[in-house]
Nanobody, 125 residues
Framework: QGHLVESGGGSVQAGGSLRLSCAASGYPESPVCMGWFRQAPGKEREGVAWFIRRGTTTYADSVKGRFTISKDDAENTLYLQMNSLKPEDTAVYYC???????????????????WGQGTQVTVSS
């Protein structure tokens, strides 16, 4: 089982940008599926974006066109570039990974084995 560590969260005004990073370690090979989830206060955790090892990406409708997920294989780091941020993007953002492509197809929290500790993103109006 690998280890995921997120960084890059912070506070920003609406319309601003942030880039989150997720450093993966301890994996014998790069996870097939990695993704970003978020959880706002009082709400369930929801999926944001997913990256399949060969470069296929998918996004939740709420962030499509504003967020970009990418991965640096050399650094084994997953990124989430967030532009045009809105107050409703405020949440704790989690990185997740799994060895099976099905996790990126189903895109459900319960399909991911490994999770980071989360990083807080706060967007003020």
């Amino acid at each position: 089982q690998g280890h995921l560590v997120e960084s890059g969260g912070g506070s920003v005004q609406a319309g601003g940008s942030l880039r989150l990073s997720c450093a993966a370690s301890g994996y014998p090979e790069s996870p097939v599926c990695m993704g970003w989830f978020r959880q706002a206060p009082g709400k369930e955790r929801e999926g944001v974006a997913w990256f399949i090892r060969r470069g296929t990406t998918t996004y939740a409708d709420s962030v499509k066109g504003r967020f970009t997920i990418s991965k640096d294989d050399a650094e084994n780091t997953l990124y989430l570039q967030m532009n045009s941020l809105k107050p409703e993007d405020t949440a704790v953002y989690y990185c997740a990974a799994d060895s099976y492509i099905g996790a990126c197809i189903q895109r459900r929290e319960r399909d991911f084995r490994d999770w980071g500790q989360g990083t807080q993103v706060t967007v003020s109006s």
